[in-house]
């Protein structure tokens, strides 16, 4: 295109100037190109290499089979291919082939967990609760933690807790917060028969988080490694309260966000409408339910 005339104009005219005025991404324009200079037997540019594709798959399958050993890597067969049968070709293209082909270690490959049965809400409260944690920036203050506790059943929250040291103290606030808002008190064994649903974060492993509610009779609930669905009670709070009140937003202080996650907090329980309480807040959910267990 760029060496090409216009035939109304006369002119040549660059690839970069023809892709704006077409509102046509370059990147998109060169893998066209390139396909068809694939589909013509073109192929992409450089020297051509002794042997094609097809043919070293042949050479692949046939060391993989007459290996004794099992679940190698592409490396191995490159070495062996490369040094003793003095077939030259790069790492990256006998991976490449191996994983067109399926022949990569199944080994290797990660296996995520599926112990869970992709259900975390309860359908009565004080069952199960969950915490977690996030970082905000501030201008004075740098980073500054907010913790928070939510019910599984109604998604409410709890407690909320804006610090600028996130420790295991501060991470246990939220539960006492929410020990106090159900039962009125936070004695020994006055969380017994529920579960607290956290992540592997260094405040909640710690022994006196675990301790401290082990005190409390709350039983500890870990989420599942690389599956933060796993508590996704809270990490949709926090997803939410981000949306709501912390992006777009500067604060200036550790008091700034304390007063906006206060005021959303306030505002969420009892406005924000959630589906699974049938399209109800977290307090009308409450108070429905409150009412029924009365009657």
Known sequence: MSVSTSP????????????????FPRSTFYE????????RGKGKRG????IDDEKLLVLIRCDIEESPFRGEGHRKVWARLRFRDSVIVGKN???????ENSLLSPHRRVK??????????????????????ARILTVDNGFVWIFASMEHWNAECL????????????????ISQGLER??????????????LRMDHGSQYTSDHFQNQIKYWGIAPSFSFVSEPQTNGVAERFFRTLKEQVIYGRVFKNVEEVRQAVGKFVELYNEEWLIE?????????ARREYLTKEVA
Do not use: Q
């Open 182 to 195: 159900v039962f009125g008190k936070t004695c020994g064994k006055v969380g017994r028969g529920l579960s």
């Open 32 to 39: 066209r190109k390139r396909c068809c200079e694939k589909s």
């Open 93 to 99: 293209r006998i991976l490449r082939i191996m994983r």
């Open 276 to 284: 699974k309480n049938g399209f109800k807040s977290p307090n009308e």
């Open 159 to 174: 407690g909320w807790h804006v610090t600028k040291r996130g420790d295991r103290f501060a991470a246990l606030e939220p």
């Open 112 to 133: 995520k967990s599926r112990a869970h049965d992709r259900k975390i809400v309860t359908n009565i409260p004080n069952v199960m609760w969950c915490t977690d944690g």
């Open 47 to 50: 020297p051509k290499t002794k």
């Open 8 to 23: 109304f104009t006369g002119k040549k005219y660059g690839i970069m100037r023809v892709c704006d005025i077409w509102g």
